[in-house]
């Protein structure tokens, strides 16, 4: 099945917390999981993406856990900031080309 | 990086005329472009896929005839709302895919029907 679950949909955040966003899929044709960051009236823009030959990747302070077994992935947002707020997109690649997205959070960085 | 251009940004037609969205890949050749519609707090839904030269694959449920897809070269893709009515009023996105540069997005634009 085409889907991609992301939860929480909302999430709020101290200034200097870890924020932390969960996916999960169901089609095991997925090979490319990337994370999107979306400000209001903007297009999204790439954060960091995966593929499952590895299971962590990190990117200053954005890392990526990818569980295959579980056919899980989560966002890991250190030392959160406020210039973070913004909604965050799940998405899972491969068997077509297109991009399957989850629902968003929308994150909250109370400063 | 790779970027891609989308105009207009927001633009305000009247209901029953026809309004064209532009998508340009600034610096890379798209090998397939997408057009995205996202309903406020809401998820990307992904209207059509399109490929240079060919006609676009619309999704279940989008209405080929009111969206109009041309996508005349590698860099260039147009959505067409044609005879738009409030109910199409949006946020549109188009996303440009590449091998070197996966998949990048516009900046959306903000369609108002009145």
């Known amino acids: 099945q085409q889907q991609v679950k992301q939860s929480p949909q909302s999430l709020i955040v101290q200034k200097g917390g870890i924020s932390i966003i969960n996916c999960a899929y169901e089609?095991?044709?997925?090979?490319?999981f990337p994370w999107y960051q979306q400000f209001p009236g903007k297009g999204p823009a790439l954060l960091i993406a995966?593929?499952?030959?590895?299971s962590e990747k990190k990117e200053g302070r954005f890392t990526i856990s990818f569980n295959k077994s579980a056919k899980q992935f989560s966002l890991h947002i250190m030392d959160s900031q406020p210039g973070d707020s913004a909604t965050y997109f799940c998405a899972a690649q491969g068997g077509s080309e297109k991009l399957v997205f989850g629902k968003g959070t929308k994150l909250t960085v109370n400063p | 990086g790779a970027v891609v251009s989308q105009h207009p940004s927001r633009v305000i037609c009247k209901s029953g005329t026809s309004v064209k969205i532009e998508c340009r890949s600034l610096d890379f050749q798209a090998t397939t472009m997408f057009w995205y519609r996202q309903f406020p707090k809401q998820s990307l839904m992904l209207m059509a896929t399109s490929n240079e030269g060919s006609k676009a694959t619309y999704e279940q449920g989008v209405e080929k005839d009111k969206f109009l897809i041309n996508h005349a070269s590698l860099t260039l893709s147009t959505l067409t709302v044609t005879s738009a009515h409030p109910e199409d009023s949006s946020f549109y996105i188009c996303s440009a895919r590449s091998l070197n540069y996966g998949y990048t997005f516009g900046s959306g634009t903000r369609l108002t029907v009145v």
């Open positions: 089609n095991t044709a997925f090979d490319y």
């Open positions: 995966i593929r499952p030959d590895v």
